[in-house]
């Protein structure tokens, strides 16, 4: 299956809402950046990372598609997955000028885009391919209802929506604003009004310090809080290991890590419980699954930073078994061929061929934005 072409593509998705912030981000549209390998056997594989929609990085990350992988892929073997992976992240010219960032997240929808090529080859979904599902189910916990740009009560009738009309079990919360005693006061309400057999997590999105992180876990020890996701800076390992000591509130992270060995610093340093690759921020399904078996060897569970990605994290939830749960974030699921899908608070298993990642001519036609 001889590689014939290598194309860069951007899409710039509008949101469920009109806008959306965090305790560090304001967006209004999605960012599919993404490769289409093309094939000698007619065959077409998808890959994409996700960003801020934001085109001037855009650019950035498909000119190093374009001009960076692509001449090291035409003419090759696309079934030489593991060979072509080591060509391309350990290029001497790219490993000198960066082994994360833009060259990941490019190498990332390149990678993604060869596995969707290898499992569309042998007509199965890539949970199937990569040697079937371990979870008869996987469950799913609703990000879109939480952010912190929403009042108190948008987030209460989101998130009575999502659990009993939709059948969500688990939801998360933004927190992040200059006070923690705000962030307590809006969970101390939702905690109030799900009763306690709703798993509720919450999500910093790296704003806080140690000290204030240290109060404001102190404060919320009787609100049961699931995980704590990113309460500080994205690098910290020392202040990560520190709160986790500190807190019986578990510490998730990883979906702003970009290498194998920055989830081996934190795991090595016990400052991770739950830990969160993300397969467009990595580079890709090769190295993915790394991280993964790296954090079932130390038996910690994995829960993907799927949300506007987890087309592609969905297949891996299902097929690893240190996967546990998945996040919800509808963002872009309805420009796929193969939507992903929650039933009742689980995942409906996808069974087309590839790795879901497939987008639809009427969303590439009508969404692309210019690569230069």
Not at 172 to 188: C, E, S
Not at 274 to 302: C, F, K, M, S, W
Request: aromatic content about 10%; charged content about 20%.
């Amino acid at each position: 299956m001889k590689i014939t072409a290598v194309e860069p593509f951007i899409l710039h998705l509008p949101l469920t809402a009109s806008s959306i912030s965090d305790s560090t981000h304001n967006i209004t549209h999605w960012g599919v950046v993404g490769a289409r390998i093309t094939t000698d056997t007619g065959l077409e594989g998808f890959g994409f990372t996700g960003t801020h929609a934001h085109l001037p990085s855009d650019r950035l990350i498909t000119s190093c598609i374009r001009d960076c992988y692509a001449p090291l892929l035409v003419g090759e073997d696309a079934t030489e997955h593991a060979r072509l992976w080591t060509k391309l992240a350990r290029y001497p010219a790219l490993q000198w000028v960066g082994r994360a960032g833009i060259t990941h997240l490019a190498l990332a929808a390149v990678d993604i885009a060869l596995w969707d090529l290898r499992a569309k080859q042998a007509q199965l979904p890539l949970w199937r391919y990569l040697g079937g599902a371990h979870h008869a189910g996987v469950e799913a916990y609703n990000t879109d209802i939480g952010w912190l740009s929403f009042s108190l009560e948008q987030i209460l009738d989101g998130t009575k929506r999502a659990i009993e009309v939709d059948g969500f079990q688990r939801i998360k919360i933004k927190v992040g604003h200059d006070n923690p005693m705000t962030d307590i006061a809006r969970l101390t309400a939702i905690r109030r009004a799900t009763g306690p057999e709703i798993r509720i997590a919450i999500d910093g999105n790296g704003k806080w310090d140690l000290p204030t992180c240290l109060r404001f876990c102190a404060a919320a020890k009787d609100l049961d809080i699931f995980w704590f996701e990113e309460p500080m800076w994205y690098d910290d390992v020392g202040s990560h290991a520190s709160l986790a000591r500190a807190t019986s509130i578990p510490v998730a992270l990883g979906e702003q890590l970009y290498t194998l060995d920055a989830f081996r610093a934190f795991i090595g340093a016990g400052a991770v419980h739950y830990v969160q690759p993300d397969v467009t921020r990595l580079a890709g399904i090769t190295e993915y699954i790394q991280v993964a078996d790296l954090a079932h060897a130390h038996r910690l569970p994995i829960a993907p930073h799927a949300g506007e990605m987890s087309q592609v994290h969905v297949h891996l939830s299902f097929w690893h078994p240190a996967a546990s749960i998945l996040e919800y974030i509808p963002w872009i699921k309805d420009h796929f061929e193969e939507p992903i899908a929650v039933e009742n608070g689980f995942y409906v298993r996808p069974e087309h061929p590839g790795a879901g990642t497939t987008p639809l001519a009427e969303s590439l036609a009508g969404f692309s934005q210019p690569v230069a």
